[in-house]
């Protein structure tokens, strides 16, 4: 199992696993006074944590389903990256996209947190790229009946 630095300045435990299979763990709301979100609001939530990565590892920040089936809420820049190099805190971006306002309590799951690896490609220049059978269908391309 990796290890993760972490540095924890909120008033909350630690993120755990909810289950012995679970990929990410929930991030929680740490403020000194509910945030109320309006529709189509948006707001930076801290969550006084701050991580250290090993390098070839993110952290990818990722809408918690129930608040975005239950409330509309989610997160805006999906998933939102946290690379190794970072030290600051931790902070989620959520968005309300219902027409009801939706107030966010401290301690409240606000998210969840995956880690991932990753690579950095050495771009090569080139004039043509190879042909393929979808070529440069674009969106909906390969769904067309």
């Known amino acids: 199992?990796?290890?993760?630095?972490?540095?924890n300045k909120s008033k909350h435990k630690l993120p755990a696993y909810s289950t012995k299979h679970?990929?990410?763990v929930d991030l929680r709301a740490n403020l000194t006074e509910p945030v109320v979100?309006?529709?189509?609001?948006?707001?930076?939530?801290?969550t006084g944590l701050f991580i250290e990565l090993p390098v070839g590892y993110e952290a990818q920040i990722?809408?918690?389903?129930?608040?975005a089936y239950k409330h509309g809420l989610t997160v805006l820049n999906s998933p939102g990256t946290i690379d190794?190099?970072?030290r600051g805190e931790i902070g989620v971006i959520l968005v309300n996209l219902s027409d009801t306002d939706f107030t966010v309590?401290?301690?409240?799951?606000?998210?969840q947190m995956v880690i991932a690896t990753h690579e950095q490609a050495?771009?090569?220049?080139?004039e043509i790229l190879n042909e393929t059978t979808r070529g440069a269908g674009?969106?909906?391309h390969t769904g067309v009946k």
């Open 37 to 46: 979100l309006k529709s189509l609001e948006r707001r930076l939530i801290p």
């Open 84 to 86: 190794a190099d970072y």
């Open 62 to 67: 990722r809408p918690r389903s129930g608040l």
């Open 122 to 126: 050495e771009w090569k220049e080139v």
């Open 138 to 140: 674009g969106f909906g």
């Open 105 to 111: 309590e401290n301690g409240e799951r606000i998210c």
């Open 22 to 24: 679970s990929a990410g």
């Open 1 to 7: 199992m990796m290890k993760v630095k972490i540095v």
